[in-house]
Every structure is written in C-alpha cells, then in structure tokens.
C-alpha cells in the first residue's frame, strides 16, 4: 500500500507569537531548524521515495533537511500551501478577534468564515487533494510519499482524502511543528488514517 506523509513544517516566529501566517512566507525560527534536522532521520527510516513541498519557505526549509540525508529532491507545488487567511495573515488571534469578531468565532467553531478574503475550507482541500492524488499515482503502489506542508492544510487533506466530510476537521487535534499524519492507500479501500500527530 502506498504509505501518504504529511508533514508539517518546523517552528517559525510567528507560530510563537501566535500570528496567523496563512500564506505569508515566514521563515523556520533557530528551533524551526532544529526540529526539522531532528525529524528528518526519523521520516528517513520509513524509506521514503517521494518528497513533495509547498513552496513557502518554512515547508521548503523542512523538506531540505529530509532531502539532506535521503538525496531525494523535493519538487515543489503551490497547491501544498497553507490556507489563505487574507486580511488576518500577520494579525494575533486577539488583534482578529477585535476586528472580526463575529467571523473569528465562527473561523474558532470550525464553521465558514464567509469574511475577510479567507480561503474556504472546500478549496483548500481540493487543492491539496488534487495534489496528493497526482503525486500518489505518479509514484504507482507500495511508494512511501512525504509532503512537507502546513497544519490546516494537512487537516483538511487528511479528513477530505478519507472521504469524512470537512465539518469533521476540528475533531483532528492540531498538528504540533514537524508532527506527521500518516495514511494508507489500499487498492481497494482507498485512504485509511495510520496515525495522526507523529512526532
């Protein structure tokens, strides 16, 4: 069976403070780097044949340290990002509160935010779907696919490939920095959850 990744990309400042980074291309913070050079030996041992990123600089940075020591080259695609977060990206979570509080809320339940150019959550499981799906047929059965990528993003993929409906998001504990989701692809079964929040 095909054995799917997903990665999140290590610590950055922003993640710290608490900012909403969205699709701003924030840098992995000294511990960002750490974390992904301590996790890339471990993703290394399930042998992986396929490293894909999204191309912001924080996924990029952690899918280098698996390249470093497997020689895999990353190939990059903008599907793979973060959700978009439009006018709250570089805002704290109390600083979008004041300012959109009634879509914040909403943003917090796990409902659509319908507000400040944030990107729907069908969309952003589509992309990241479509992606998925191109990469896993590409590399045909029994490849070990890793996909170095963002919190929301990999949550939406993951409850979109096991074919849950996306209301069912929020009930995915958060991935933590360089955390993993892991799911399988049988032939016949198709997507199966393996684990979730992998250190």
């Not at 479509?130 to 996909?147: L, N, Q, T």
């Not at 096991?162 to 032939?187: E, I, K, Y």
């Amino acid at each position: 069976m095909t054995l799917l990744v997903l990665w999140r990309h290590g610590q950055t400042e922003w993640n710290v403070a608490r900012r909403i980074q969205g699709q701003t291309d924030t840098p992995l913070s000294a511990v960002g780097v750490e974390q992904a050079a301590e996790s890339a030996p471990r993703l290394a041992a399930l042998r992986p044949t396929v490293l894909i990123s999204s191309d912001l600089r924080r996924a990029s940075t952690t899918a280098g340290a698996l390249a470093a020591v497997t020689g895999l080259t990353p190939a990059y695609d903008q599907r793979l990002r973060e959700r978009g977060f439009g006018e709250w990206e570089g805002l704290t979570h109390p600083e979008a509160t004041a300012r959109w509080p009634d879509a914040f809320a909403r943003w917090r339940r796990g409902e659509e935010v319908g507000d400040a150019g944030v990107e729907e959550v069908d969309a952003v499981a589509k992309r990241m779907v479509d992606a998925v799906e191109e990469a896993a047929d590409a590399a045909g059965p029994d490849a070990v696919i890793v996909v170095a990528t963002h919190g929301a993003a990999a949550r939406f993929a993951a409850v979109a490939l096991l074919g849950w409906p996306l209301s069912c998001a929020p009930q995915f504990v958060a991935l933590h920095n360089c955390h993993r989701t892991h799911l399988r692809r049988d032939p016949l079964r198709g997507w199966m959850l393996d684990a979730h929040n992998v250190p």
